[in-house]
């Protein structure tokens, strides 16, 4: 039997063996699938089959960390989300860390348009990929031109039945803590006349932010119902979305919060 001293070790240098075997097997298949959206880019594919080559490689990297790294998932609230084929949402997400954006893709039945900082467009691979998506790459480095960007091509996108996501504290943010809410989303979903949708994610509890080694566990996914901004003040319907959001990632996850009840 295992000294109970070398146990909580052994345990670490596991997880740190799975985690860089996941980390070679995504650097590994993003390459074809890569290839392939480049090839289809330039066959004259456009839209909704390049994102779905693009959504078939997120879902083999949840899959994979399932069976590699045992993390689960376990989303409820799916039933809150509209259902008809062109019916527009915002979704605003709890970010804290890189597998909410592989997950929410290979969760969600609509196309989603991330709105994502420019720089990571010169990522190899990955980032000539989403270069060829409907997403709003913006530049941060110049705010007021990059919202314009936001709220032109986001009402397109809804316009047409895609989804857009984003995350309103702007950065991953570590287990238990809450960054400041911005209300750009909200205010993409008023002036496209579409309901913004509040989703917690406990992804830091097995896939810490910034972190080589991830453990094991399961990440609980919460979808809210969607919350109307008809007539409403951007203001008004974040603090709504905030309060949401961070209520229920104390439920969710009450160690992270210790005792603390309220946001």
Request: charged share 25%.
């Amino acid at each position: 039997m295992l000294d109970k001293r070398w146990r909580p070790k052994t345990l670490q240098t596991m997880s740190l063996i799975r985690s860089l075997l996941h980390l070679l097997w995504m650097a590994i298949t993003v390459v074809p699938y890569t290839l392939a959206i480049l090839l289809a880019s330039l066959l004259g594919w456009r839209g909704p089959k390049l994102y779905r080559i693009a959504r078939a490689w997120l879902a083999l990297s949840v899959d994979s960390a399932r069976v590699i790294m045992g993390i689960r998932t376990r989303v409820t609230g799916m039933e809150h989300l509209p259902r008809g084929e062109r019916d527009g949402v915002v979704l605003l997400v709890k970010h804290q860390s890189t597998f909410e954006t592989f997950l929410m893709p290979a969760i969600m039945p609509h196309p989603l348009a991330y709105v994502f900082k420019k720089e990571l467009l010169h990522i190899p691979f990955f980032g000539w990929s989403i270069g060829r998506l409907d997403m709003i790459h913006i530049d941060r480095a110049q705010r007021a031109r990059a919202f314009v960007r936001v709220i032109q091509q986001g009402k397109k996108l809804l316009s047409e039945g895609v989804w857009v996501i984003m995350f309103p504290e702007g950065t991953r943010m570590p287990r238990g803590e809450k960054g400041t809410y911005q209300s750009s989303g909200v205010r993409l979903a008023i002036e496209a006349g579409v309901p913004v949708v509040p989703v917690a994610v406990t992804s830091a509890k097995c896939w810490p932010r910034k972190a080589l080694i991830k453990t094991p566990g399961v990440v609980d996914v919460s979808i809210g119902r969607p919350i109307d901004c008809t007539g409403r003040k951007s203001d008004e319907v974040m603090r709504e979305v905030e309060a949401w959001i961070e209520a229920e990632m104390r439920r969710l996850d009450p160690e992270a919060y210790g005792s603390s009840t309220t946001p």
